[in-house]
């Protein structure tokens, strides 16, 4: 928890020093942040801080994906420097933006509620929208942008579809009481199917798992460097611990297991012959 609110406190703080116009302190600043949430999360530093157990669980297995994010990220503020340094505008902003990006794929290591789930999706994916278009005079940029908007837009909507389901059956966002409430069920509702499918389809989306991978090349080909990287490093490794959490934690159809086995084959296919 000390982590999260350390970076949201960071990106904040590098906004600002944006506004003097001064570059130079920019990716100091981000590492050492980084740095020391690196600690936080690796020795689970929490000075009683509230920690929301039945929307958070801050656990072994979310330490270890969060240490993985934030020290590929700080590599990526080292390779920043060098990067960033022909560019004299908006750099205080592209810093901060990966940083909030960050939070977001906190949330998604984190999360035990769906409301969380959702809500560390869209914190972790409109930062990437605007650094996706960061190249403001490349059209391949601009349609990078673009194209990962829509994409996400839609990806969100079946996300949000699939969590009104679920709790339309289950009448609760906590995924302890879904797999609870649906274990004793006599039979699993057509709904609660539907449900889980439409959920996994959005995460499905930020895996890039075939068929829903259709806007990686272009994005990953448009965005700066530097973003692609975070976003097939950082975004990945975050939208992966969400699926095995929605995997490990709901008592899911068996169907749906069915399902994400054939996508995972049709995937390595589609990735490593296609």
């Not at 069920?185 to 449900?195: D, H, I, Q």
């Amino acid at each position: 928890m000390s982590a999260l609110i350390l970076l949201s406190i960071l990106g904040v703080v590098l906004l600002y020093m944006g506004i003097g116009g001064n570059n130079r302190l920019l990716a100091p600043t981000a590492i050492l942040g980084l740095a020391v949430a690196f600690v936080f999360s690796w020795t689970g530093w929490d000075p009683g801080l509230m920690t929301f157990p039945a929307m958070l669980q801050f656990d072994r297995m979310s330490a270890l994906f969060n240490c993985s994010m934030i020290g590929i990220t700080l590599l990526l503020c080292v390779f920043g420097i060098d990067y960033y340094a022909r560019e004299k505008e908006n750099v205080a902003e592209q810093f901060a933006l990966m940083i909030f990006s960050l939070v977001g794929a906190l949330l998604l290591t984190s999360w035990t509620n769906l409301l969380m789930l959702f809500l560390g999706i869209e914190v972790l994916s409109i930062p990437l929208y605007i650094l996706a278009g960061a190249k403001k005079h490349s059209h391949r940029s601009g349609e990078a942008s673009f194209k990962y908007f829509l994409m996400g837009s839609f990806a969100s909507a079946f996300l949000l579809m699939g969590i009104a389901l679920i709790y339309g059956v289950s009448g609760s966002f906590e995924m302890s009481a879904i797999a609870e409430k649906m274990a004793g069920a006599n039979g699993t509702s057509v709904l609660f199917v539907l449900g889980s499918f439409f959920t996994a389809i959005g995460l499905l989306f930020k895996v890039a798992a075939a068929p829903f991978h259709f806007w990686t090349p272009d994005v990953y080909e448009g965005s700066p460097t530097i973003v692609t990287a975070f976003m097939a490093t950082v975004v990945k490794t975050a939208a992966f611990a969400a699926l095995y959490r929605f995997v490990d934690m709901g008592a899911l159809p068996a169907a749906l297991g069915g399902t994400l086995l054939v996508i995972t084959i049709v995937t390595l296919f589609v990735g490593n012959i296609i």
